[in-house]
T-cell receptor, first 113, second 114 residues
């Protein structure tokens, strides 16, 4: 079964700092990759997704992620975070033959103004 | 479009009581899902429905039942609630096809079982 690891459980940054959240998965074949964000008190919404093509994917609100197949990774990055980026971030992966994603445990990001 | 709606938003149950969580989507999606979210555990899939008329177990189905009432609605039932079912429950929907469609989530139901 697919497993998804998010190594950083809690991240605390100051505004304007750079962000990188790690995501690794276990499946070696074709994968579909997602990052979702959950702002305080809200439901999950999609930040970005990758299924083929350019391994550097750009999403909403200045976020991007890079798919590195050899490292089984799909790390999320943002050059300069804002207080409004305070949220929980989830990586999700579905294997090529399945449309159902497996979610990581999430990373809680707190950005201090 | 309302997207994915869930009722109720909050619920407190006593051990042994039953209840049904309702979910509806207006995006004409084929697939629907129920997840539970617990601190430090991420989202875990309880049940899903690939299309109208089908349901399948996910990672943590014990203690739950589901009904795909029609294409729009997918309900989750707790027959005899237990404290271990205290959680936040999210319903989601997605399209199916050749590309990986993202899931759209509802606002969640916060359930406490005492």
């Amino acid at each position: 079964a697919q497993s998804v690891s998010q190594h950083n459980h809690h991240v605390i940054l100051s505004e304007a700092a750079s962000l990188e959240l790690g995501c690794n998965y276990s499946y070696g074949g074709t994968v579909n990759l997602f990052w979702y964000v959950q702002y305080p008190g809200q439901h999950l919404q999609l930040l970005l997704k990758y299924f083929s093509g350019d391994p550097l994917v750009k999403g909403i609100k200045g976020f991007e992620a890079e798919f590195i197949k050899s490292k089984f990774s799909f790390n999320l990055r943002k050059p300069s975070v804002q207080w409004s980026d305070t949220a929980e971030y989830f990586c999700a992966v579905s294997s090529g033959g399945s449309y159902i994603p497996t979610f990581g445990r999430g990373t809680s990001l707190i950005v201090h103004p | 479009n309302a997207g994915v709606t869930q009722t109720p938003k909050f619920q407190v149950l006593k051990t042994g009581q039953s209840m049904t969580l309702q979910c509806a989507q207006d995006m004409n999606h084929n697939s629907m899902y129920w997840y539970r979210q617990d601190p430090g555990m991420g989202l875990r899939l309880i049940y899903y429905s690939a299309s109208e008329g089908t349901t399948d177990k996910g990672e943590v189905p014990n203690g739950y039942n589901v009904s795909r009432l029609n294409k729009r609605e997918f309900s989750l039932r707790l027959e005899s609630a237990a404290p271990s079912q205290t959680s936040v429950y999210f319903c989601a929907s997605s399209e199916r096809g050749q590309v990986p469609y993202e899931q759209y989530f509802g606002p969640g139901t916060r359930l406490t079982v005492t």
